[in-house]
Each structure stands twice: as C-alpha cells, then as structure tokens.
C-alpha cells in the first residue's frame, strides 16, 4: 500500500498506522516563520509615533498568535500519526504524540458500516480545484436511529481512506456497500417529527432537530461573530488606547495656566516623505512656583526653532502634564477618532445577521399551516463551499381565505429529489406561511 499506512494483523485483531506528513506541513512552517517575523516590525515614527506602537504590539500579536498555531498545525504533520486498532470488542482510534481532537474508542457491536465521504472545494480563475476526505463511523444505538462519527480526516488520499475502510470492514466482517444520502437517513423519523411540530397551536414550542434545520446556515455564522467580536475588542482597545492619550490635551484645553518657556531640543518625528511633518519638541518651564519642569510636545508646525522662547500650558494641580500653546502632549492626532466607530460596527454586524434567525423562528411558531403544489424546480448555478447544487423550486398555495399565492424558495443538495418526485405526482406539500407576508413561507422537506 502506500507508505504513509502500516497494517499489523495477529488473532486478536489489526492496528492500523496512518503517518499525517504532507508537503502541506512544510508550507505551514514556512508561513509561520514568515508571519513571525512581523513580531519585529518596528514603524517608524509617524503622525501617531509611539503610541501606536501599542497597535502595533496587537498586530504583531495577532500574527504571532497565528505562527504559533501554525507551528503547531505543522508540528504535528511531522511527528503525529494516527493507531487505528480493531479487535474483537473495541475499534480505537488515536492520535499521537502531538495531542489533537478525535481521540476514540467504540464498541464493536455498535459499527453499522464505514465510507469515506468526499467533499469538491471548487477553485477560482486563478486556483484550482481540490478533493478532501473523511473516513466516517455509522454507528447504531439502541433506538435504532444510525449516528456518524468522523474518525480519519487528516489523509488527502483517498486510496489510502479506501484501503483503511476496506481492512476495518473485513475484519469485522462487514459487507462493503453504498451508504444512503446523510439527510435521508434520518428522514423518518424527522418526517414524524416535522408533522407532529405542524399539527401543534400557535405559538409552537420547536423541536431541538427542526430548529436546527429550519436556522441551518442562516444569520449569526462563526464568520460574521468573529468579524463582529474583532471589531468589538479591536475598537474597544483603540478608543480606550484614543481616550487615554488624549485624556491630557481635552484637560488641558479647558484647565491651564500659561507660563514662558525655552526650547531646548526639536526634531522631525515623522517620517521625511510624509506630506503632514511631526515635530516633537522639548523645552523647559518654571511654574507659578519657581520650580523648573521639562515637558514633550508634538505638532505639525516647525516654526520655533531650539533657544527660541515659547509659552507653555500645564495643570496646577500637576505641571509634569504640559504642552505648548498651539500643540498637543498627546501623539495622536485628531483624526485617529474615526476608528471609535469600530465598536458600532461589530454589534451592528452581528445584530443585523440575526433579523434573518429572528424572522425565521417567528414563522415557525406563529405561521399558518397550508398545503402547496410545486410548479418549477430550477438549478440555480449556484454551489455551495462543498459544491452541492442550490436549487429554486416554485410553489403555489391557498391561504385561509382561499387566495392564491406564488412564491420561491431555496433547497440544497439531495433532499431535491424527494420535492421532484411530489412535484412529477403533484403531491401537496405541508407548509408555513407568514399571514403578512405570504411569500415568507417556510417549507417541511
């Protein structure tokens, strides 16, 4: 076989080893040392200067965080491996020595069957296309409804998933056959489910399997949370970091007392091609009291040049907050405010990703039940992530007051085929619709 698996075979049973090095764990290493080199990225200084430099130590975070995971991702493609054992009363599965998720052992007697299901990531102009693979589990239990359990999804090779299913299969004795469509192995039972959740009073109390289908894919995706979160924490950060630096200037423009200074040090604190110069200026002061201070200053202007006398703003109740008249003590400028919207748009993204969940549990505890015809099934060309085609299928229904209504929904994959078949016989199709809104309509497939 290949050299990546290793079969041992005795009376008591076989032990499968399966290596995980791909060429992909080295472009992992690679990566991660690429990214960890933005650890030690130093900007200069700008019109925001140093403290920027805390953004930048949670950039520099964030992408060290993810070399780290990398290495680790990399780490165990060199040195993991996965022992697959068999025997008379167990089938285990673990992965070693590096830990990782997936770690197993079931009980023989409860095996159904064992397929390797395959998934198209379709490319774009410029990628192409790629096959990934899972050995999956179909176990029984004692309601007699069938679970499965992935157990192998680290192998890009589907001879070696194949030849793995084959051996567990012989040794158990288990004739190899094709397994039916995931949704319809359910079917069912949910179909009695389904039916009884349509026969309920409004409003209805939803079953745990029709929300999760009905809700399948629709608003608060872990993408859209994490965007949102992202821009919580991240906007959160920067108005605390914004309002922080610039605490001293706001005090400063409405609490100060004036008093001449000397400058005594000025440089270009940007960088030199930028069109809006920094300069940051040093100088010294004496307060109401005849005490001497130095303070830092930043501004846009380079007029006052080093010895020339300049008048100085600072705090009584604290002369060590200072600045000159006309320039900031904070090194950020106005225009970093703008990121203070961050914050809404994180809550927005992820309250705006709920109205489609809202309005969907609304219609099924509150919709009118009706019965549909199906008139059209369109592929649309569209393919989801795992390239299972979505279709449009038009429906025709009566509401409660015997008008007719027209309208379109979207269905993926298989569970098309049983909607062709009521729609080839004319079959009526149970379903809910929003009494304001008929053309809302939810759909029990």
Not at 374 to 389: C, E, F, L, V
Request: a positive charge; proline letters at 4%.
């Amino acid at each position: 076989m290949s050299r990546k698996v290793t079969i041992e075979k005795s009376e008591k049973g076989i032990i499968l080893t399966i290596k995980w090095f791909e060429t992909k764990h080295v472009l992992q290493l690679i990566v991660g040392l690429f990214l960890l080199g933005f650890y030690y990225i130093k900007i200069s200084p700008g019109a925001v200067a140093e403290s920027v430099q805390t953004l930048v130590f949670m950039v520099d975070a964030f992408f060290t965080i993810t070399a780290l995971v990398l290495f680790y991702f990399s780490l165990a493609g060199f040195l993991n491996k996965t022992i697959i054992t068999a025997n008379q009363d167990f089938l285990t599965i673990r992965h070693t020595p590096v830990k990782w998720k997936g770690n197993n052992t079931f009980a023989a007697k409860n095996i159904e069957q064992l397929f390797v299901e395959k998934h198209l990531h379709p490319g774009s102009a410029k990628t192409q296309s790629y096959w990934t693979f899972k050995l999956i589990l179909l176990l029984k239990n004692k309601e007699e409804n069938k679970k499965e359990k992935t157990i192998l999804s680290s192998v890009g090779d589907l001879k070696v998933n194949v030849y793995i299913e084959s051996q567990i299969e012989k040794f158990y004795k288990i004739t190899n056959r094709v397994v039916e469509d995931k949704e319809n192995i359910k079917s069912p039972v949910f179909k009695e489910e389904m039916a009884r959740f349509f026969s309920c009073p409004r409003p209805r109390q939803i079953p745990k399997s029709v929300h999760k289908k009905a809700l399948k894919g629709i608003g608060l995706t872990p993408l859209l949370f994490g965007l949102g979160f992202t821009l919580i924490m991240g906007g959160g950060a920067l108005i605390i970091l914004v309002s922080w630096n610039m605490l001293n200037d706001f005090r400063l423009d409405y609490h100060n007392l004036p008093v001449p200074g000397t400058l005594i040090h000025k440089e270009l604190h940007s960088n030199p091609e930028d069109t809006f110069k920094v300069f940051k200026y040093k100088y010294t002061f004496k307060d109401k009291s005849g005490i001497k201070h130095r303070g830092i200053s930043y501004w846009t202007k380079g007029s006052p040049g080093v010895g020339q006398d300049v008048e100085v703003q600072y705090l009584p109740e604290n002369p060590k907050i200072n600045r000159i008249t006309g320039s900031r003590n904070s090194e950020l400028g106005w225009f970093v405010l703008i990121f203070c919207i961050l914050p809404l748009i994180g809550p927005g993204i992820m309250i705006f990703s709920l109205f489609p969940r809202a309005k969907k549990l609304r219609l099924l505890r509150y919709g009118e039940c009706a019965n549909g015809i199906i008139t059209k099934i369109i592929d649309s060309q569209w393919r989801t992530g795992k390239h299972i085609k979505i279709f449009k299928v038009k429906v025709e229904f009566k509401d409660l007051l015997g008008k007719k209504w027209k309208t379109t929904f979207e269905i993926k994959g298989r569970g098309v085929l049983s909607l062709k078949e009521k729609m080839k016989n004319v079959d009526p199709i149970p379903l809910l619709y929003n009494s304001k809104n008929p053309k809302q309509v939810f759909i029990a497939t």
